[in-house]
């Protein structure tokens, strides 16, 4: 898979959704949303890391005074995210245009990091929940909500069928959460089904390095 191509289409496609994106994606997605920030269980005094923050939908969700950092690869949906900080007053609050698969943060540097249906629309997976554990401190959480390729025959063929155009439309619609999860050494200490038809999972997994 030539991965910097797909790094290009998935950068002009999330350029291309952002003036539409909170209108089409915000109320489909919002319970899941709401789980995964309260998830992270924030304490003041912790530095947050947002994966594909896109336009910010998440940010109204964060404790208050917050020390979150949010990077995302499409500067059109940064755009938006930088508008809804200041709409929203939130001092604390650093977002930077950065791929995730390879970060400009130390290791170490966060606490907890978050990742909102994301996962899933990178071109790998796998680069960005490995940078994920090495930029947060161990025993530190990461939390990971997205939709995985079913596990009910049908479904996960139904699935795996329409990948090519989904992947042509940004995200892919089949990936397998345990592989995935194996590959990088995460162990989810906990997976909740969220969102319509329970089609969603939302995973907690503790760094343990
Ligand atoms: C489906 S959107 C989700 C946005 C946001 N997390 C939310 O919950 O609404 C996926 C986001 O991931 C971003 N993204 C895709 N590949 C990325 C990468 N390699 N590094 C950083 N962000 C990336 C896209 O630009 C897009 O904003």
Not at 85 to 110: C, H, I, Q, R
Request: net charge neutral; with cysteine.
């Amino acid at each position: 898979m030539d991965v910097a191509l797909e790094k290009r289409q998935v950068e002009r496609a999330y350029d291309f959704y952002a003036p539409v994106y909170d209108f089409v994606f915000d109320w489909i997605f919002a319970p899941g949303r709401s789980a995964a920030i309260a998830e992270l269980r924030v304490e003041p005094t912790d530095s947050v890391l947002e994966i594909g923050i896109g336009t910010g939908l998440n940010l109204p969700l964060y404790p208050e005074g917050v020390r979150l950092t949010g990077i995302d690869l499409s500067e059109e949906m940064l755009d938006k995210a930088i508008e809804r900080v200041l709409e929203l007053g939130m001092p604390n609050v650093t977002l930077k245009v950065m791929d995730a698969t390879s970060m400009d943060f130390a290791d170490n540097e966060f606490d907890k990091a978050v990742a909102t249906y994301t996962i899933s629309a990178v071109p790998d997976p796998i680069a960005v929940l490995r940078e994920m554990r090495r930029v947060v401190k161990p025993g530190g959480a990461l939390v990971v909500l997205n939709h995985f390729r079913s596990e009910r025959r049908l479904a996960g063929r139904f699935e795996d069928l329409v990948a090519p155009v989904c992947t042509r439309l940004g995200w892919k619609s089949n990936l397998a959460m345990a592989p995935l999860l194996s590959r990088v050494g995460l162990v989810a200490e906990e997976v909740r089904k969220v969102n319509m038809f329970n089609g969603w999972r939302l995973l907690r997994c503790v760094n343990r390095k």
